[in-house]
């Protein structure tokens, strides 16, 4: 996406980015290969797919809070998903033009998890009395980029932390993150040949000495075939805690996505081939085994 700084959506978006790159070291590692291989002249040439937030389902926060900022600059609400394990709730947002990403926004229904769980939740968060986006001028959007990083409630201690985790890797993940960008996407379709397919262009980031996320399989196919799906594992970083403790955790991750050209249009030359000709939306069988590429069973194997 070229960047427009006349344009409040260009310049949240390009903050959002620029911190998650800063603190995503596959997005680099990746992005300079392809560099260097000759795939890309630069990041600008990268199609990103889509990006993902982690709500928190409590009063004054999650999909309902998060979601006007974008709706506020021509995103349109699509598709309802629901992972019941999980204990989530999601929608994709379709962008208001070609050149900026789709949006996956999930949501931890907090009222499913135990009473243990409610309890720390609602303690970090009972001060919010106040949906924090109503307070925010959406045409400002250097304001709205600072929104995603500020602290919305105290950095938990490693004990609230730790019991979150045992629970709801989810949960655990948003109360330590906050909005933090949970991952972006890269267009693989939308790359020469030999790095255009999920398959080759799996084998170029494994060649990296990246880790894919091996859940349901490297590669996540929906039901129609159309929609496939790869993503790295979270890296893990030292986190400190409110209380001065430390351990690993999750970050953010890195994902891959193919979107193969719908029945009607097969027999579309290759060079007519547009966006509007491929497979659009999500699946929750994959959508379901992303997530995963911040838990703990694939961060530890």
């Known amino acids: 996406m070229n960047f427009n700084k006349n344009k409040p959506l260009d310049v949240f978006l390009n903050i959002l980015f620029e911190r998650y790159r800063d603190q995503v070291p596959a997005v680099k590692k990746i992005t300079n290969a392809l560099v260097e291989r000759g795939v890309i002249a630069s990041q600008n040439e990268i199609i990103n797919d889509h990006i993902a937030f982690r709500t928190m389902g409590v009063p004054n926060l999650g999909i309902t809070s998060f ?3 974008f709706l506020h600059h021509g995103y349109q609400k699509r598709d309802y998903y629901h992972f019941e394990s999980k204990k989530l709730n999601a929608y994709w947002y379709s962008p208001p033009s070609a050149e900026y990403p789709r949006i996956f926004m999930s949501e931890l229904i907090v009222d499913q998890l135990s009473d243990r769980a409610q309890s720390i939740i609602q303690r970090y968060t009972k001060h919010i009395g106040k949906d924090p986006v109503d307070l925010l001028d959406l045409g400002d959007g250097k304001a709205i980029g600072e929104f995603f990083h500020q602290s919305l409630w105290e950095l938990p201690n490693k004990k609230d932390y730790q ?15 906050r909005y933090y960008l949970n991952h972006y996407t890269i267009s693989v379709h939308d790359l020469k040949e030999g790095y255009n397919t999920l398959e080759s262009f799996n084998e170029f980031v494994e060649s990296l000495g990246l880790k894919l996320n091996a859940e349901g399989g ?3 196919v929906s039901p129609d075939g159309l929609l496939r799906q790869s993503s790295t594992v979270a890296q893990m970083h030292l986190a400190g805690f409110s209380d001065g403790e430390t351990m690993p955790i999750a ?4 994902e891959f996505s193919e979107r193969l050209v719908l029945p009607e249009f097969r027999d579309l030359p290759a060079l007519s081939i547009k966006p509007e000709h491929r497979r659009e939306g999500f699946e929750t ?8 590429s911040t838990y703990i069973r694939q961060t530890e194997s």
């Open 285 to 292: 069988g994959n959508a379901d085994k992303i997530f995963e």
């Open 163 to 177: 019991d979150l985790l045992e629970e709801s890797e989810y949960a655990a993940w948003v109360i330590f993150n």
């Open 67 to 69: 979601e006007k900022i």
């Open 251 to 254: 970050g953010s991750y890195v």
């Open 218 to 220: 490297k590669i996540k």
